[in-house]
């Protein structure tokens, strides 16, 4: 099967390029604030299953508007041979190379996606240009790619495209999320019915890849938390009892040890959204997905809040207190109890997040052997939180990073909320998750399966929701 | 292929998972055709793409031939322990009876204790059962994050200590058989509580229920293989002391040797399980199914890499000082006369030049953050043709439209206007020339 084809035309510099990147997910699109950068078309193809389906071709932008619709309206022979002849009549001409470029996929009946950056005035050239393609006839579609924020000039556009395209649509190339790509798409399938069918499938087959990404970052998420939630750091040591420079040694590895499983993950789920250039961690900026996992501010704004800790704490220190008060038969009167949970409600509030990190390293224990310093597995539940608070920030943050967008400084930098998202859970989310923490502690537990399953279906929920915060 | 697995295959593969770099980009639709299940799909994902000799085979095939070595070891080491633990309750010199209580008390009541905790921990404190395991897991396995081969390493673990235990009670039963055989043994029984030989016969009845009362001493020969110190060897009956070789030997094979082939098989059968059923719910291996079930899509571009090469740098324009007055031609949107006469009393008395209709140079304005076309270049060269190329030609930069201020534009971008500099340089004319508007601050 030929693939369909779709030109995306445009006035030079108004993002043609940054479209073409963001539809077909392609770093490799150059983009460029200098205008004329692109010579030549480009294709970009969508291929299932090693059949290509879809090809999107880049092209230059019109350098000679004027002089080509002169030409065109000029011509007087049959209709269908007009985009030939002037490929023929200006093969000589050098100043005529970009427009001789565009017309290629004219020639071969593309589909075609006018790019115009609506926050701009209108002008003549661009009128010349719209009259150009509404000349040659083919399916065309204008796509209002507004680059500044400046929309004063939009209805000025939309009146003077609609009277020229078959359908007019706003796609910001810097900013379109999956869900406005998928919209796109069906537009596409209504410029030319007889490739609706065909637009449909690739529609289905692109939100079905999307979604098994996020079930794959999902598993991401999950195998990373496990990788932390178990990972031992140990030293040996020869003297009687381990010095501080060794136990702060040992503690610093295993510091160092979860820095970099957290971006070994974050360079999978790059790689897996193709965002392969984007930085794991951006140096210099302020940002809270920058700042390094055990950064005092990580520990202040993610995880949980330090009321919930205290809840936490309560909750657990009574649970101890009540096997006191069972076991004494009851004549304690709950004391053990009330008492359990007024020291762990403290001792969380006092401790609480804020020292969350200062709480790292865990305390060196020496090995039945006497010789090894062993810090790990992580027995505090708040570091699970943080984890996962980072995690979820950066794939939302990925995913919604359309690949048109090249400022890539720009990407954790202004990543600053007021807090995390797992404070925003309810406290039923929160205890599913401590229980996935007790239960994944050691491998092989029997419910092991269940709660990823729980696990992983509560964060690919909150990662498919449209009001998922960016 | 086997659909089932083997301990080394999926220890193989757990090493291959954490240890080595999977490519999860394996879509394979022959491996999707032939499979049915999640486990079948990644049992065949490994042996196909195997490559030869590596050093996850090796290394699991070590940890799995080092296990059974140390499984024979256990074997050996439980044979002899049993053989010489019935050997030190075999002794017998001619000078005191053979006391059957302790023969029974470690030999089988021991072992039915051990066996009575194991269900109770496996009841109630499975976890230090795990713990226990783990001292004798692979060290291997231990550093694995989420191993799918744990389980089945648990239970061949597990069985290896049943069939150690039987090893232990083919010793027992070995040497017993052997000493009796070989020896002249007497066995007999005693208590300092007054009871008698019915009690014991009741007892030793209830004891061979499992077996149906056969091989057991008759109540006279209970009676009469009463130990009595105080009457000594004498009075005892040698058909007596000889009648409980065979109960004791049959109390071992039900209560020590039965338990143990029956929790052996037990092991083997949940090893079995575990080997045609492994656990593959980690997230790795859930990653990995989804790679081998997930239809690839890729988006690629047919760019050669000439194709991406920066355009060479052009010169910048040589900076213009007007000589005489010019003609202002003003942009097709902004010919408003009146505003086009206003814009042009500004320009004069902003720029200090002097403008006049019948100059013969021009002043023309651009829209700085319109690109330069090459139509826009092709109109300066036919502009110089009209003009002659004494004359100057400046083109005054403006920004976006602005009438709030009443200063008609913006200032230009300066990243535009080195852009108009840059293509202006190619008409390589030197009586052109670029400004800027400079709007009232």
């Not at chain 1, 999107?56 to 209709?79: H, K, M, R, V, Y």
């Not at chain 1, 950056?117 to 009128?127: I, T």
């Not at chain 1, 936490?312 to 109890?337: P, R, Y």
């Amino acid at each position: 099967m030929t693939p369909l084809k779709y030109a995306v035309l445009g006035h030079p510099n108004e993002g043609k390029s940054s479209v073409v990147s963001t539809l077909t997910e392609s770093e490799k699109v150059r983009i460029s604030p200098t205008p004329g950068q692109t010579t030549r078309c480009k294709s970009y193809v969508i291929s299932i299953e090693s059949e290509e389906v879809l090809e999107i071709i880049d092209t230059p932008g019109f350098q000679n508007p004027a002089a080509t619709l002169q030409w065109f309206e000029s011509w007087q022979g049959d209709e269908s041979e007009m985009v030939d002849a002037f490929i023929k009549a200006h093969q000589q001409d050098k100043s005529f190379h970009h427009d001789l470029e565009i017309m290629i996929p004219l020639q071969e009946r593309a589909g075609v996606l006018y790019v115009a950056d609506a926050s701009r005035p209108l002008r003549e050239s661009d009128r010349q240009e719209m009259e150009l393609l509404r000349y040659i006839g083919l399916p065309r579609m204008a796509l209002l790619n507004c680059k500044r924020e400046n929309r004063n000039f939009l209805p000025e556009w939309e009146a003077a495209l609609k009277r020229r395209f078959n359908l007019v649509r706003e796609f910001n190339a810097h900013r379109a999320s999956f869900s406005e790509r998928l919209e796109l798409f069906d537009a596409m399938a209504h410029l030319v019915p007889e490739q609706a069918a065909a637009l449909q499938d690739i529609r289905k087959r692109l939100q079905l890849e999307w979604d098994l990404r996020i079930e794959e970052s999902v598993l991401g998420v999950e195998s990373l938390l496990i990788q932390c939630l178990r990972h031992q750091v140990k030293i040996p040591f020869k003297e009687d009892k381990p010095s501080n420079p060794q136990l702060e040694k040992c503690g610093e590895k295993y510091r160092a040890d979860l820095r970099k499983f957290e971006e070994k993950a974050r360079r999978q789920w790059r790689q897996l959204f193709h965002h392969e250039s984007l930085p794991g961690s951006t140096e210099g900026e302020q940002g809270l997905l920058s700042e390094e996992l055990f950064a005092e501010k990580v520990w202040e704004l993610l995880g949980l809040s330090r009321s919930q800790l205290a809840i936490a704490g309560a909750i657990t220190g009574s649970a101890a207190g009540a096997a006191v008060d069972i076991a004494a038969g009851g004549i304690t009167f709950g004391i053990f109890t009330a008492g359990g949970a007024l020291l762990g409600g403290l001792g969380s509030w006092i401790g609480g997040p804020k020292l969350g990190a200062k709480r790292l390293p865990l305390p060196g224990k020496r090995t039945l052997a006497r010789e090894n310093i062993v810090v790990g597995p992580a027995r505090d539940p708040q570091l699970m939180f943080i984890l996962l608070d980072r995690s979820l920030l950066y794939l939302t943050r990925l995913m919604n990073w359309a690949h048109g967008q090249r400022n890539h400084e720009h990407f954790l930098a202004d990543i600053t909320p007021d807090s995390g998202l797992v404070r925003s859970w309810s406290e039923r989310q929160r205890k599913e998750f401590a229980a996935w923490i007790k239960i994944h502690s050691h491998p092989g537990h029997p419910e092991a399966e269940k709660a990823s399953r729980k696990f992983r279906r509560q964060v690919n929920t909150w990662l498919h929701s449209p009001t998922t915060p960016e | 292929m086997a659909s089932s697995w083997t301990l080394q295959e999926l220890t193989e593969f757990d090493v291959r998972m954490h240890k080595h770099a999977v490519d999860h980009s394996v879509y394979s639709p022959e491996l999707l055709e032939n499979t049915t299940s999640k486990s079948e799909c990644l049992h065949h994902w490994l042996l196909q793409t195997r490559d030869g000799d590596t050093e996850a085979t090796r290394l699991s095939r070590v940890v799995v031939h080092s296990e059974r070595v140390l499984q024979l070891s256990l074997w050996i080491f439980s044979l002899l322990t049993g053989a010489a633990t019935a050997a030190a309750f075999l002794r017998y010199e001619g000078d005191r009876l053979i006391n059957i209580s302790s023969y029974l008390g470690v030999l089988v009541g021991g072992q039915l204790l051990l066996l009575c905790g194991l269900a109770l921990s496996a009841l109630l404190f499975r976890k230090h059962i795990h713990s226990l395991q783990s001292v004798c897991m692979p060290k291997l396995i231990q550093t694995l994050p989420s191993p799918s081969s744990l389980q089945a390493w648990r239970w061949k673990i597990f069985s290896s200590f049943q069939k150690a235990g039987i090893a232990f009670n083919v010793g027992v039963l070995l040497l017993t058989l052997w000493k009796v055989l070989t020896y002249d043994l007497a066995f007999g029984w005693a208590s300092t509580l007054a009871t008698d030989s019915q009690s014991i016969y009741r007892i030793v009845k209830t004891l061979s229920i499992p077996w149906l009362g056969e091989f057991s001493p008759t109540p006279e020969h209970i009676e009469q293989s009463r130990i009595a110190l105080n009457t000594g060897l004498a009075q005892i009956d040698p058909a007596s002391t000889a009648s409980w070789w065979p109960f004791l030997m049959m109390c071992v094979v039900f209560y020590g040797l039965f338990p143990r082939i029956l929790l052996s098989i037990f092991g083997t059968f949940k090893l079995h399980r575990q080997l045609a059923n492994p656990d593959f719910s980690s997230p790795d291996c859930e990653k990995l199914y989804l790679n081998l079930t997930r239809k690839p899509l890729h988006f690629f571009s047919t760019d050669t890499p000439s194709d991406n090469h920066p355009p060479p740098k052009r010169d910048t324009l040589r900076a213009l000082v007007p000589s005489g007055s010019l003609q202002l031609i003003l942009p097709k949107e902004f010919q408003d006369p009146a505003h086009a006469k206003a814009f042009a009393a500004r320009i004069q008395e902003r720029l200090k030049l002097e403008l006049s209709d019948a100059a013969k140079g021009r002043l023309k304005i651009i829209e700085a953050w319109q690109p330069p076309l090459e139509e826009t270049l092709r109109e300066l060269r036919e502009l110089r043709e009209s003009i002659g190329p004494e004359a100057d030609i400046l083109l005054l930069a403006v920004g976006f439209p602005d009438d709030s201020r009443g200063e008609f534009f913006q200032e230009p971008d300066p990243q535009d206007l080195e852009i108009w500099q840059s293509r202006l340089s190619e008409v390589n004319d030197s009586r052109l020339g670029i400004l800027p508007w400079r709007p009232q601050p």
